[in-house]
Structure formats: structure tokens, C-alpha cells
């Protein structure tokens, strides 16, 4: 088949074989991209929150985290990736490093230059086998370096990865103290509560709920120190006042006292008495 009458199939959307890839041009190519479905088909009803928030949050907590360290770690979720002639699939959560960080229709790999480089499938109550047993086998196949699955419902939290020699199999990954390493993410994966969380050495990744409590605690940290400070200020400029009038009060006192030793020394001179002999 000449690679210019490549045609996507609707009814199975691949991408083209590297090879057929390799001859098109890249206006054909572009076709060949813009015909690459971009939406999901939804064999399986959706899961609900129990799904959706152990994503968001992840989602959330590795893209503050890489933003604050400026590195490029493209981050995506259930977004349809191709690889070459092979069935679509749009994984939980997807992570490619120092790649561009633009916004995706799709990943087709070939177009990318290159594949995935960590996965992660979240589980409530679809195939357990799907994500446990045969995306390890298909990941593998794929040469996607790392791959995670967590169950949900049953607080389970499974890694692979590719090792060195063995480039179709992946390797478990054993925790360790209760947390699964990440080379690609330079992360370590733990079960805490019952849900997912990411640890930078000791320091949890927060996601942007977390962060809006933290912030809101600090905001509201920050406004009560600057109340007591507000507060002292005033207190220090009521005792400032109050010093400011006795002293005040003081110096009329002396005044007082002032025009009567006068009076009375006026009054003694005209008596024809010198006050310097009274005193």
C-alpha cells in the first residue's frame, strides 16, 4: 500500500507503521494527524469521584511540583496516544519529559519523536486484570519505561519498570519502606489514607486543594499577626497619649506653682520683706 492513500479507520484508529510513516510527506502527514480521533469511546461507564479525584489530584500535585522546579515534564490525562499501528489507548495519567509543553489533541509518537515514559492507570471497579496483569504485558511490548497501577477500592499500589536488558519486560518495583520509587518522575509514590501521594524525600506534593488550605492558613497566620500588631501599635499609642497628657497635666501643674511663688514673692516685697530671707 503506498503511504499517500493511508486512511485512519474509525471503527480502530491507529496510526500509521513507522515505516509508512517515514514515507509520507509532511502535508500527509498533517492529514494523517488531524483524521487520528482525539475523543474516547465510552465502552465502560464512567467511575465517578473515586476515579477522577485521585487523577486531578496527582495531576495537580506533579504539575505545581515541576513548575516550581522549571523542569519540562509534560503531564496529561486520558489523552488518546497512538503508537505506531497499534490500538489507541488514552491511560489515567501520562508523563513525558523534556519534551514541549504545548497543548495536545493527541500523542502519536512518531510525530513526538518519541513514546511515553511513565503511566499511570487508576482503578475503581473496571478490569483489575486490564490494568494489572495486561498493560504490564503491553506496556512492556511499547517500551514505556515505568508504569503504575493503583486500586482504589482495595488500597493497592503496584509499579514496573524496564530494566536494562530486558526491554520488553518489565521488572515489579519493591517498595521500599512502604514507597514505590520513580526514576522517570525522580519521585517515590506511597498509599496514604487510602489515597496516592507523591514524596519528593520527606516532603509530600501537595496538590491545588492542599495548597489553597495551606495558603489559607498562612493567610489567615498572616492577617492575625498583623491584628496583634495593629493591636500593640494602638495600645502603644494610647499609653503614648496618656504619657503625652500626664505630662502635660505636669507641666501645668509647675506653671501653676510658678505664677504662685511669684504672687506670693510680689506680694512679700510689697510687705518689705525680701523672699530670699523667707526662704
Known amino acids: 500500500m503506498r503511504a499517500a492513500r493511508f486512511v485512519v479507520d474509525p471503527l480502530d484508529p491507529r496510526a500509521p507503521s513507522r515505516e509508512v510513516w517515514a514515507q509520507l510527506t509532511p502535508s500527509e502527514r498533517q492529514t494523517v494527524l488531524d483524521s487520528l480521533p482525539s475523543e474516547l469511546p465510552r465502552a465502560l461507564p464512567p467511575e465517578g469521584d473515586p476515579h477522577r479525584l485521585p487523577k486531578s489530584r496527582a495531576l495537580e500535585a506533579l504539575g505545581e511540583f515541576y513548575r516550581r522546579l522549571r523542569r519540562r515534564v509534560y503531564l496529561s490525562a486520558e489523552l488518546p496516544v497512538y503508537y505506531p499501528d ?39 471497579s473496571g478490569n483489575r486484570k486490564k490494568d494489572f496483569e495486561d498493560n504490564v504485558t503491553r506496556y512492556a511490548k511499547l517500551q514505556i519505561p515505568e508504569y503504575f497501577a493503583f486500586d482504589v477500592s482495595r488500597g493497592r499500589l503496584a509499579g514496573w519498570r524496564l530494566e536494562p ?33 507523591f514524596f519528593h524525600g520527606n516532603a509530600p506534593l501537595l496538590d491545588a486543594r ?16 498583623a491584628e496583634e500588631e495593629a493591636r500593640r501599635a494602638e495600645e ?9 497628657r500626664r505630662a502635660e497635666g505636669e507641666a501645668r501643674r509647675a506653671e501653676e506653682e510658678a505664677r504662685r511663688a511669684e504672687r506670693l514673692a510680689a506680694r512679700l516685697r510689697q510687705l518689705g520683706v525680701d523672699p530670699d530671707d523667707v526662704r
Not at 518495583?173 to 501521594?197: A, C, N, T, Y
Open 86 to 124: 497499534e490500538p489507541m489507548f488514552a491511560p489515567d495519567l501520562i508523563a513525558v519529559v523534556d519534551v514541549g509543553m504545548h497543548e495536545r489533541r493527541s500523542w502519536v509518537t512518531d510525530h513526538e519523536g518519541k513514546g511515553l515514559d511513565f503511566v499511570l492507570e487508576i482503578n475503581v
Open 165 to 197: 536488558g530486558k526491554d520488553r519486560t518489565y521488572e515489579p518495583i519493591v517498595p521500599q519502606g512502604g514507597r514505590w520509587s520513580s526514576q522517570i518522575l525522580d519521585l517515590e509514590l506511597s498509599l496514604e489514607g487510602g489515597g496516592l501521594r
Open 210 to 225: 492542599e495548597l489553597i488550605v495551606r495558603l489559607s492558613a498562612m493567610v489567615d497566620e498572616a492577617l492575625h499577626r
Open 236 to 244: 502603644e499609642a494610647r499609653r503614648a497619649e496618656e504619657e503625652a
